[in-house]
Structure formats: C-alpha cells, structure tokens
C-alpha cells in the first residue's frame, strides 16, 4: 500500500477528489441536451471553478509550492465575463463560502510557472468534449521533481473501478506514487476514500499480454487528437485483430493500468505534424502506467522529458503499453513511418 501519510500524496488526492465534486456539479447542472456545440460555457466555468479548488488547497498546504495549469484568470478579470466569473465563484464557494470573485481569480493564478524544479501540474478537466458529451474525462495532477513525475492522480467521474465505464456511479481515483505501486478507489460516495484508505484503495496492475494478435489499443475519441487512419496502419502492420476502444481524456491510462487495455497511442494528426503534448496531459497517467506495471516513451521510444515546460518539447507523441509489447510496438510504428 503507498504511504497515504505523506503530505503531498494525501494533499493530491484530496484536491483532486474536491476539484472532481465540483466539476461532476457542473455537468450536471449546466450541461443539458440543448447545449450547441460551440457552446463551452460549462467546460469554463468547470475548468476556471477545479483550478481555483486546486490552486487554493496548493496555497493552504504548501504555500511556497509552484503550478504549472492550463488555465490563467486573464480572461475572468475582464468586465464582460464577469458572468462567467459569478458562476465560477458560485461552484467555489461550495468548496469555500469565503470564496469572493477577487479570491477565486488570485487562487487560479496562486504561484502559476512555465517550468520549475519543484511544480505541481494540473489540468483541471482532461477531455473536454467527452465532458461536453457527459462521457469520459480526468481531473488530473501530478507532482513534478527534477524533472520526474513523483505522484499523479486522476479523478474519473464516469469511470467505474479504473476500467468500466459508468455515468452516474461511483467514479474512480486513481494514484500512482514512485516506487509504491498504483491503486484505485471510488471517487465518490464514501468519505473513508479520504481518511482509512487503506481498505478501499485496490492495486492496478496491467495485463500480461505479449502477443501482438491479442493486444488491444486504446484511442482518442477526437481525430482532432490523434490519427486515426496512422493508428488503423499501425494496428494491421502490429498484427492487431480486435477493434480499438474508443475514450476520451487520461482515462484511457486508468483502464490500461487495470489491465483492461494493453496499448495507447497519440500519434501526430496531418494537419499539426509539429504539435507536442502539454504536461498536464501526460504526467499523471504517465506515472500510474509506470506504476501498474507498464511503460511510456514517445513514439522514437525516449522517455518523456517533463523539464521544457508547458510542452513536452523534447518528446513526439506518446507510446503507453504494458511494457511487454513495447518494443513490437515501436517497431511496427518505424515501420509505418510514424
């Protein structure tokens, strides 16, 4: 079992189980049939409400303590969204009745770096059309020293036991902690998660499949994401047979840590040969695969180097496996040129 005691792991998990509270509240209450598609109101306000949370408990817990975040209150502090500030502030103070709309804004810009040796990394909502869609997202947060992910958490509302998924039930908190292992609780309706994890938090670990026939891959939903058309390449000079599945967001690490998926691929889409994966994207499924029992590299097989910032500059898409098929893997992608 990983030490619940220690700070920063019991400070990660708590944030992330608030923040997630809050977001899921959001979907709820704002996200209705009727929504447009351009309308992304709720995923603001949800993003601009879980990073306030976050950034809050950072600056109660450990002050001096750097975030690297998605989110800047830039744009809430500009009169002609303070309605969307006041509903920001309306999700918070849930969390905080002191919360005021000057507060929520200096709590989202609390101690808020590009890079540092020492940093806390957040994406407030991870899968934002999945969450549009009431589908599959992550609260996800990791801590960063030297440049290695030492603990990540992710928050997944509709996901059920790390692996299945499940609107409207019990969710899944998900933790890898370097050198203990990864686990996996119920995110929510049981408060004991919080204060005697010891007998809900149950070990991941990812399946033992080394042939390629049997692998099989998870994906973005969103073409926009990944490739798709390069994955089905890849998939039939791998060997694969079964079809892919389909996710949204850093859930896609939970379900392969919990031996339910054996590969996940990022390859680069036609139209942004050039873009490179934001940390917060990566740094706390990176570590809960890690700590299943599987393995992360990009797709030239370098490990993910979390010291050039926002960007994982130095790295070309993401590679996740369960270690075995890794190397088969990273052959067939050579062989389609990805």
Known sequence: MFDHNQPEINFALYAVHQAALIVSQVQKELISPALTKDDRSPVTVADFAAQAVVARLLAHTFPLENLVAEENAAALRQPKNSAILESVTHFVKRHDHQATPERVCDWIDHNRVDSAEHFWTLDPIDGTKGFLRGEQYAVALALVVGGQVQVGVLGCPNLEDSYRPLVGGAGSLVVGVRGQGAWTAPLFGNQAVMTSPDALFKPLRVAQIDRPGQARILRSVE????????????????????????????????????????????????????????????????????????????????????????????????????????????????????
């Open 223 to 338: 073409s926009g994401h990944t490739n798709l058309d390069q994955i089905d390449r890849f998939a039939a000079a791998f060997g694969v047979t079964a079809a892919p599945l389909s996710m949204d967001s850093q859930a896609k690490y939970a379900v392969l840590a919990a031996g339910q998926g054996d590969l996940y691929l990022r390859l680069l889409s036609a139209d942004k040969p050039d873009y490179r994966e934001k940390i917060w994207d990566q740094a706390a499924g990176s570590i809960i695969i890690e700590e299943a029992g599987g393995k992360v590299t990009d797709l030239h097989g370098h490990r993910l180097d979390f010291t050039t910032g926002r960007s994982l500059s130095n790295n070309r898409g993401i590679l996740a496996s369960n270690s075995l098929l890794h190397p088969s893997a990273l052959a067939a992608l050579r062989q389609i040129g990805a």
